[in-house]
């Protein structure tokens, strides 16, 4: 350990040292001006500052104990025009123990909690000492938040050193904790995350932010994290940043061994084989350097076995544990075309490498996320948490606050990227028996990722108002804080309806590239895609940011018209939402004729025939006639037939009421709300003076 130490020391030592800008190695360059992500170095008002951090940590994960010890350096830059006073710190673990602001939160709503050892005593992370500037200071902890007053105030464009020795204890009750643990084979699994004091954020918009961890966001300041970890030295270990010494901790020989294809023909299940030997005398400690990140994770277990694709330099791992190694063959591919896609469609993935790891959860932090599951199930659960490295990594909102502007738009790359990999349809494997190959049904990613969340609350006019606090929406999941997710990526789609793919497309891109190793904030996204796309957009924000107003629409009537070849096609506005409307005709001779009624001034680039624009709002022109001319006569009416615009009644959207008719196999299959489905099977029932009587059932929905 005396040797690692030694090389952190150095790591500190020169940390002042001038370089060119070199993210993957010390010193620290992250505000060197040559770095491009640097938000100094990057134009976007001439007001806007954010805060800097440079965190170094040498730690030692006992695995007897299960208890991190660790000590830290923290340089940090005030760049803002205040004096601070006060310095705050998140100790995110200690939210998981009885009493605490979480538990009581739980309790409230009904839930009894169970507590582990460490959990039960009070333990989550303990600061053994803290100066400031070597300066001893005054503290006071309320549960996660640690506030500290330095003797001396923290001008504006001054840096102050922190030192910290602290200790983090792991353990698994019932609260759902991020940093858990668990038996993987003969040894223990860890997730090293939020498990160093994390100063909190001081911006623009609340000064420090404060909020107690109730167990689900975060909130970081960007900058650099030199981290040496000690483990066992059977452990297999990796962790957000650049390894510097793999050669020492893993050699070529042993990463050979180690290889995710050697167990490809493992049953799922089986024990994992012993490639490491363990000896509690030998320890090994694994050095990262990370920049332009605002946290730091890690993920260990000896029986991670290693897979690893490319894409444009960008390495890709998948941690697999061994006894599931044969259905984790294809992540690391899998990584990299996700990488790719995103990288595409809305901006260059900035870090060096992505990793995907097998540790029973669901969950991302920069360039780590700790997954689970196996193909093809793990598909859609990869490209949400890697999508995550975009918006969470590389645009550092404050989703404490509002954890849809990480959350809902990560939802909506979920969509986009699994149909970019794998078309409209989800993935599975081949259902079990011909019955239920015959009568179950694909499943769309577009409603299964999105549109069934959002539109079971919404159909009931239960799903709540978006800009909401992360931790105050009311109701449950399903009609409250799983919105973040679903009414999000609802709200983007139909952003994409309103604005038409490619500038919407842009838009996103354009958003992404200002605010990239940023913090926005919900005004700010609302003030770029204005600002770039040049259209009043203000009644979109206004409707699904800050109502609970839901779309309506409906066809009333189709009927001709005086004028030769026309018709008259009447929509009424039933829900309280106005939005552009997108329509089309099929005629007679089943040729399709698309239309767009817009509602503003703006009409967006589309094949369509555009129509008069339609204003209307609240009891302003709730109908709507368009004359059109359609030859060949009118067959059928439908409004939008790509299923965007989120109108909670579908079944009035088309001029005669889509029905459908099934065997009812009493399989599941998602409701359609796209249409009505009837359900009829052959019955036999049976009384002692009927006899027997045989007839149809049929039931309908």
Not at 304 to 311: D, L, S, V
Not at 499 to 505: H, I, N, P
Request: net charge negative; aromatic share 16%.
């Amino acid at each position: 350990m005396k040797k690692y130490l030694f090389l952190l020391v150095f790591v500190l030592a020169v940390q002042f040292v001038w370089a060119q800008y070199n993210p993957l190695s010390p010193p620290n360059t992250f505000r060197s001006a040559d770095n491009p992500l640097y938000w100094k170095n990057r134009f976007l008002t001439t007001d806007y500052w954010q805060q800097d951090v440079h965190y170094r940590i040498a730690a030692t994960v006992d695995e007897k104990t299960d208890i991190i010890t660790a000590k830290m350096e923290l340089s940090y830059w005030n760049n803002s025009p205040d004096t601070l006073y006060e310095v705050y710190f998140h100790l995110y673990e200690n939210a998981f123990q009885p009493n605490s602001y979480a538990d009581k939160k739980e309790t409230a709503q009904g839930t009894k909690n169970r507590f582990g050892k460490y959990e039960s005593e009070g333990k989550g992370t303990e600061i053994l000492s803290l100066v400031v500037e070597d300066v001893s200071v005054q503290q006071e902890l309320d549960n996660t938040i640690l506030k500290v007053v330095p003797k001396e105030p923290i001008l504006p464009n001054s840096k102050t050193e922190f030192k910290i020795e602290f200790k983090t204890y792991f353990d698994q009750g019932s609260m759902g904790r991020r940093m858990k643990l668990f038996e993987s084979g003969d040894f223990t699994h860890y997730d090293g995350v939020h498990w160093y004091p994390r100063i909190s954020v001081y911006d623009q918009k609340f000064g420090w932010t404060t909020d107690q961890h109730l167990g689900s966001e975060f909130y970081g300041d960007f900058g650099t994290f030199d981290v040496a970890l000690s483990f066992a030295s059977n452990y297999i270990v990796d962790a957000t940043g650049y390894l510097l010494n793999r050669e020492q901790v893993l050699p070529s020989e042993l990463r050979q061994k180690l290889d995710i294809k050697n167990f490809a023909d493992k049953p799922w299940g089986d024990k994992a084989s012993v490639v490491i030997p363990y000896d509690s005398t030998e320890r090994k400690t694994w050095i990262f350097h990370a920049e332009n990140v605002h946290d730091f994770a890690f993920t260990a277990d000896p029986n991670y076995r290693i897979g690893e694709a490319e894409w444009k330099g960008i390495k890709c791992y998948s941690l697999a544990q061994e006894s599931h190694a044969a259905e984790w063959q294809n992540a690391a591919e899998y990584t990299a075309k996700t990488i790719q896609v995103f990288s595409e469609g809305i901006g260059m993935y900035k870090y060096h490498k992505m990793i995907v790891a097998d540790a029973r959860d669901g969950m991302e932090y920069p360039m780590l996320t700790l997954d689970g599951g196996s193909d093809p199930d793990y598909r859609g659960l990869l490209v949400h948490e890697v999508g995550h490295n975009w918006f969470y990594g590389q645009v550092g909102n404050n989703e404490t606050y509002r954890a849809a502007l990480d959350e809902g738009f990560t939802q909506y790359l979920t969509a986009y990227g699994m149909r970019k990999i794998d078309g409209d349809t989800v993935v599975e494997l081949p259902a079990d028996g011909w019955y239920r190959r015959r009568f179950e049904k694909e499943r769309l990613v577009m409603d299964d990722e999105i549109y069934y969340g959002f539109m079971r609350s919404a159909m009931n006019y239960s799903d709540p108002r978006l800009n909401t606090h992360s931790d105050q929406f009311e109701n449950s999941y399903r009609d409250g804080y799983g919105h973040v997710y679903y009414k999000t990526a609802t709200m983007l789609y139909n952003l994409e309806y309103v604005l038409g793919d490619t500038l919407f497309a842009n838009a996103l891109k354009n958003y992404f590239d200002e605010w990239q190793f940023r913090h926005p904030y919900f005004d700010d996204f609302r003030k770029s895609v204005i600002r770039y796309t040049k259209v009043d957009l203000n009644w979109f924000f206004d409707q699904w940011l800050e109502s609970e107003k839901r779309i309506d629409y409906a066809i009333t009537k189709v009927k001709k018209s005086d004028n030769p070849d026309s018709y008259i096609v009447r929509f009424k506005r039933k829900g309280d939402m106005q939005m552009p409307v997108d329509f089309t005709v099929t005629d007679q001779n089943d040729s399709i004729h698309q239309f767009h009624i817009s509602n503003t001034w703006f009409n967006k680039e589309t094949d369509a025939t555009t129509l008069p624009k339609w204003t209307g709002f609240g009891n302003l022109n709730t109908t709507y006639d368009a004359e059109i001319v359609i030859p060949a006569g009118i067959r059928s009416v439908q409004i939008d037939p790509t299923n965007r615009l989120a109108d909670v009644n579908m079944l009035d959207n088309r001029s005669a009421t889509p029905v459908s008719f099934e065997f009812d196999h009493q399989l599941y299959n998602r409701p359609d709300w796209k249409s009505y489905e009837f359900f009829g099977r052959p019955d036999i029932w049976y009384n002692g003076f009927d006899g027997f009587k045989f007839g149809v059932h049929l039931n309908g929905s």
